[in-house]
């Protein structure tokens, strides 16, 4: 395919046009701010027009008749043009309204140019009200056509002439009306899928920013409820041990200490990703999310926090980073429930199997009490919700709950099946 070329920055819009515009937008806000003013001022035009032709001599020149009565023109050219004013608010009554003094001017052979106003009206109608209102618009203004014709008319050529321009003129002001109203309902419905657009464009910003405060609080969840259980169990290990033997109090300390210093450090580089770069201009100090081959020292420091923990490995770890952390932080989360839930002597088992594209199964099995990790109801906590959320992720299914008799403990287990194809 031929690139598109770049349209030259310099290349302004046309100037008449985006004059015509701009005084198009002017006049309709000035119209929807004051609509009967600009009414008013259209009539007043027209009926001053219809009586600078009714009190001169120029209705005369196309008169059947020219010995009317100057008196009736005038009022006959007034109830043609003052109705002007409801054009836009009762276009059919205001038709109505013009139809016997047309009648009139017709019968009387006054022939007023002020009946060509029907035709405004009949433009009217065909813009704001139902199309079928046309067919009797119609015959109201090609009525007094007929009795002008029956009355003064000599020859068939008069029906053909003056009825069928009458037609002509009447189809060409409804066509304009219908065109007029046709755009209208194409510009109001694009700018109704703007505003639509606009309102899912907010939406899908809301869920945006919905969905990454879970994922926030899924991954400070994780990183801090691990590390401080690990270092209450540390802790309480170490008060133990301080009376009869300082040295592993110290060890206790140690391990504490780096717990925290792992801790703050994870913590630290999720702030750094979350904090505004213009507010200083250097850019976060990222690194990389945890990953299976991080998973020793999370065993090691839940070892240390004083539950043994077992490992068994199936096949080779060939998965994505995303699928990788999930796992990590499963196993993170049911090892920190088993230091806060599984009671004294407790032990766990970590069972991790391979498969081909992307696939993993994991348990995670431990011989503690067989208590729920959480209360959802009163706590809100996000430890299996957020474990099911990011296994929800790649397509996965997450059971949690006590092993079954005569087992005693905890089970968790996951599944995550293989990639799609791209």
């Known amino acids: 395919m031929e690139p598109v070329k770049p349209v030259p920055e310099d290349r302004a819009a046309e100037p008449v046009t985006d004059h015509v515009q701009r005084v198009n937008r002017r006049i309709r806000a000035f119209d929807h701010r004051h609509p009967l003013l600009w009414d008013l001022t259209l009539t007043g035009f027209w009926v001053l027009a219809a009586l600078i032709d009714g009190t001169g001599d120029g209705w005369r020149s196309v008169a059947h008749d020219p010995d009317v009565p100057v008196v009736l023109v005038v009022v006959l050219s007034l109830a043609l043009s003052v109705p002007v004013v409801w054009r836009r608010s009762h276009p059919r009554g205001a038709l109505l309204l013009t139809l016997p003094a047309a009648l009139v001017s017709a019968w009387s052979g006054a022939a007023l140019q002020a009946a060509l106003l029907q035709l405004l009206l009949v433009h009217h109608i065909a813009l704001r009200l139902p199309l079928r209102n046309l067919w009797w618009a119609v015959a109201v203004v090609t009525a007094p056509t007929c009795v002008s014709v029956a009355r003064y008319g000599d020859s068939t050529s008069s029906w053909n002439q003056q009825l069928g321009s009458q037609l002509v003129a009447v189809g060409v002001a409804a066509l304009i009306g219908i065109t007029v109203r046709t755009r209208r309902g194409y510009t109001e419905a694009l700018e109704d899928r703007a505003r639509r657009l606009e309102t899912e464009r907010d939406q899908q910003v809301r869920l945006a920013a919905a969905a990454e405060r879970a994922r926030i609080a899924r991954e400070m969840h994780d ?45 630290r580089r999720l702030l750094d990703v979350l904090r505004d770069d213009a507010q200083d201009g250097a850019a976060p100090e990222l690194a990389p999310q945890p990953a299976l081959t991080d998973l020793d020292r999370l065993l090691d420091g839940v070892r240390r926090a004083g539950l043994p923990v077992h490992k068994t490995v199936k096949g080779e770890p060939t998965l994505p980073e995303g699928r990788q952390l999930t796992l990590y932080r499963v196993i993170q989360e049911a090892l920190t429930n088993t230091l806060k839930h599984a009671g004294p002597d407790a032990t766990a088992h970590i069972d991790l199997s391979y498969g081909t594209d992307g696939a993993a199964t994991l348990t995670v099995t431990d011989t503690g009490r067989a208590t729920p990790p ?34 005693r403990g905890w089970r968790v287990h996951l599944h995550l099946p293989e990639e799609s194809p791209q």
Do not use: C, W
């Open 223 to 267: 990183i801090i409820g691990h590390n401080l259980s690990v270092i209450t169990g540390l802790a309480d290990g170490g008060r133990y041990a301080a009376a009869k033997s300082p040295d592993r109090a110290a060890q206790a300390l140690d391990a504490i200490g780096t717990t925290s210093r792992q801790a703050l450090g994870e913590l």
């Open 374 to 407: 959480q209360s959802p109801a009163p706590t809100g906590g996000r430890g299996l919700p957020g474990m099911r959320e990011r296994t929800s992720l790649y397509g996965g299914t997450l059971e949690a709950g006590p092993r079954p008799a005569p087992e």
